[in-house]
């Protein structure tokens, strides 16, 4: 979601809420990437997708063929791949930043709101400024 921009929610029957939030990233890097003139900001309560880019847990991953430090498989790898691509071929800088779920961050909020909606209805909506549907 784009505070004031585009915003696209969606649902996926029997995934789990790790592989909701990395396709949420994916797509919507996906989205606004191409169009982007400068550093994208991606804002998130997801402490898995953020860490991974502070932390740099992708490099190691790379580097020990999609492997943990403990020498496990990389859970989502096909979706980490593809951003992880996306993330190291933008021309300009992408940053991640944590927010605390459920604390009052107003932008948050509403993408919570639309991921439960979704998960609910199980169905895709998209649209542009402040979503009508909440």
């Not at 909701?20 to 998130?44: K, N």
């Not at 779920?101 to 909020?109: E, M, V």
């Amino acid at each position: 979601m784009v505070p004031d921009g585009k915003w696209a929610s969606g649902a996926v029957a029997e995934t789990t809420n790790q592989r909701m939030e990395l396709t949420a990233v994916l797509e919507a890097l996906q989205t606004v990437a191409p169009e982007a003139d400068g550093t994208i900001e991606v804002i998130s309560d997801s402490s898995y997708v953020v860490t991974c880019f502070t932390d740099r847990w992708w490099v190691g991953w790379i580097n020990r063929n999609w492997r943990t430090s403990s020498k496990k498989v990389v859970a989502n790898r096909d979706l980490w791949e593809p951003l992880i691509e996306l993330y190291r071929s933008f021309t300009h800088e992408i940053t991640f930043k944590w927010v605390k779920g459920h604390s009052g961050d107003h932008w948050n909020d509403v993408a919570d709101r639309l991921a439960s909606q979704a998960a609910v209805t199980q169905k895709e909506q998209t649209g542009f400024g402040m979503p009508e549907v909440l």
